[in-house]
């Protein structure tokens, strides 16, 4: 945990800092006075400072205790690394395949990561719930999703 | 309270499409509620999208159905499979669980019923009574007093959720800085845009919240298979015995109200509701060394406290327009959804609104009694649903959620972001609620303080001048201290 800590103090510094270096180029008002950097100023000196005080906590051992339970060379930390590429594939190809089709496939694979090996279960689950969620938003509540190239 | 607009209110839900869309969120809720692994601040993410189309009462009767419901829910799976289906029902476990163990799920369960009817319906009633009385009170506020409720509201969300204050600040913040992103409120200026036209309203606030709360958690539940989980035992009965409502009604009836006025300061939730109300319980009860065997006292306590905070959390978002809980900030971010302002100038504007908010919330915990006790069977099954094909349901779920606000790609990045952001955070120990709330509280925190700065030519003195920002300002201060000083002496203790 001590180092992970450490770590994202650093992130937050690097993140206040330049939040700071932004806010420099907004411009002042020169009637109101507290310009629209003000206020992303101020929290960017409070993250800069809380970050510090978090670093400081772990170097001198004061921080949590215990492992942060995160392991790179985990498999299921793989697992969810690779439905996140699978998600962003989705979202991207829904506009041309359509909602439904897009739908179905993501189920299924998503389902198979899972380590579901029901075939029949998989594949009614992952038409039943794509047409159900479509027919609820673009029938009932008129949200209309992407219908590629079934329209 | 103005009874011919509660009874008008009440005509409004009822005799409506409005009344179904109660019973749909109710059970909606429940469901959410129940499932493990859904907290009631994801489910009711993952619902408000359904409510997009409908018309505001129709809308709201929805979203007040599931919060009811959902926290509710949460007690089914406590109670069954020894997993709290919301952190508010976490106290329901300790009796609950028990209870279901020796056989007498359908005891535990009945009361958690009744016990959560009567205390969500207490809550309805008292906020009927005290929000208007706060708005009129709130009428007055200047900027001062606004900035310092809102910086009162998210240290308190910050004292009580995580381990770490510390952590807690740092999220608070990095939410406060993500709420400045967009045109600044006052100047009109983009900030932090990157160009990017779809930034210049700030990340969407429904996208972001299912990314940090929806995409997070089932990027975690994806890392783990879990095996379909039983439950315990068989259910028998749907209504509490008279010897359970007369051995415990004292404990609800103060749960209901302990859990009314705590869910009302900003920040504090119905789990902590839950605890205190349990506490009370046996605190005062003959037998206290009992508790935790399966007392349906603990049941009740708990379960009547959790449910009066919802309508505890109503009163100040209705009349200040500051979430009580994490719960209720997406409540709020649903109201501006519909184009309404939660705030004192809710009630000066439309206050039909607000009296049909009032009579949707207690009919929604009428239904949620009766579908409730009607249907924990169905309930009860439900929860054991094989969490593998849950997950992957849950998923297309988040993604079309974020994609429906705007019918927009870009948000559905928006929310997949967060997730991502939400899943490291959560696993580095950085509580997500405050984020939420710092969301909502951000761009009142910032307009009212500048807005009080212009005011007073400059001089931050009008802050700590006015008798009402200093009492909030000092609050805040001290429940961040008091909660640092707590946690040193726990981390001694433990060393």
Known sequence: MKRVNILFGLIGIALGLYVFAVTATFPDDAIMKIGPGFFPRILAVALVLFCLVLIIQNLAGKGEKGESGFDIKDPGVHRSALVLLITVLYAVIIPFAGFVAASVIYLFILMYLMKLRKWIQMIAVSTGVSFAIYFIFSVLLKIALPQGFLS | ?495
């Not at chain 2, 005290?130 to 007055?140: N, R």
């Not at chain 2, 994806?222 to 010897?243: A, D, G, M, N, Y």
Request: glycine share 12%; aromatic share 10%.
């Open chain 2, 1 to 495: 309270m103005n009874f011919e607009l509660l009874l008008q209110g009440f005509a409004n839900i009822l005799f409506g499409k409005a009344l179904i869309m109660v019973f749909l969120g109710v059970i909606g809720g429940i469901l959410v509620g129940s499932l493990p692994g859904l907290t009631a601040t994801m489910g009711i993410a993952l619902l408000v999208p359904f409510t997009f189309g409908l018309p505001i009462n129709e809308s709201m009767g929805m979203l007040l159905g599931i919060f009811s419901g959902a926290i509710f829910g949460g007690s089914i799976s406590a109670i069954l499979i020894r997993t709290p289906g919301t952190p508010a029902a976490a106290a329901t476990l300790l009796d609950g669980y028990p209870m279901a163990k020796r056989g007498e799920a359908g005891r535990a369960l009945s009361m958690s019923v009744f016990a959560s009817f009567i205390g969500g319906f207490t809550g309805a009633l008292i906020m009927s009574f005290l929000a208007p009385q706060i708005s009129k009170v709130a009428l007055k506020f200047g900027a001062a007093e606004y900035f310092a409720l809102a910086f009162f509201g998210l240290s308190i969300i910050i004292s009580v959720s995580g381990n770490s204050i510390i952590k807690g600040i740092i999220a608070g913040l990095f939410g406060l800085l993500i709420s400045t992103i967009g045109f600044d409120p006052i100047s009109g200026f983009p900030r932090f845009t990157f160009g990017q036209m779809d930034l210049f309203e700030g990340p969407a606030f429904i996208p972001t919240l299912i990314g940090l709360f929806a995409f997070s958690e089932v990027f975690k539940g994806v890392e783990t298979i879990v095996e379909k989980q039983q439950v315990v035992s068989k259910l028998t009965r749907f209504l509490p015995e008279w010897k359970d409502i007369k051995a415990s009604w004292i404990d609800i009836l103060k749960s209901s109200i302990l859990g009314t006025f705590i869910g009302s300061i900003p920040g504090a939730g119905s789990d902590i509701a839950a605890f205190v109300g349990y506490s009370e319980a046996k605190r005062r009860s003959k037998t206290p060394e009992k508790f935790g065997t399966g007392m349906i006292e603990g049941v009740a306590a708990a379960e009547s406290a959790n449910n009066a905070c919802t309508g505890g959390a109503m009163i100040p978002m209705l009349s200040l327009g500051v979430p009580g809980d994490a719960v209720t900030a997406v409540l709020l971010g649903a109201f501006v959804i519909q184009g309404l302002q939660p705030g004192p100038l809710l009630y000066r504007d439309h206050i039909d609104v607000v009296y049909n908010v009032f009579a949707a919330m207690m009919i929604a915990n009428i239904v949620m009694f009766i579908v409730g006790a009607l249907g924990v069977r169905i309930f009860a099954k439900v929860i054991t649903i094989n969490r593998n094909i849950l997950i992957p349901a849950i998923f297309v779920l988040s993604v079309v959620g974020s994609f429906s606000m705007r019918n927009s790609m870009f948000d559905v990045g928006v929310a997949l972001f967060f997730g991502v952001v939400g899943y490291f955070l959560n696993r580095f120990n950085f509580p997500a609620s405050p984020i939420l709330l710092a969301l909502i509280l951000g761009p009142m925190a910032e307009s009212n303080l500048r807005r009080a700065l212009v005011i007073s030519d400059g001089s931050p003195l009008v802050l700590v001048t006015r008798p009402i920002s200093v009492a909030l300002l000092v609050l805040g201060v001290l429940s961040l201290v008091s909660s640092i000083i707590k946690q040193r002496k726990s981390q001694k203790a433990s060393v």
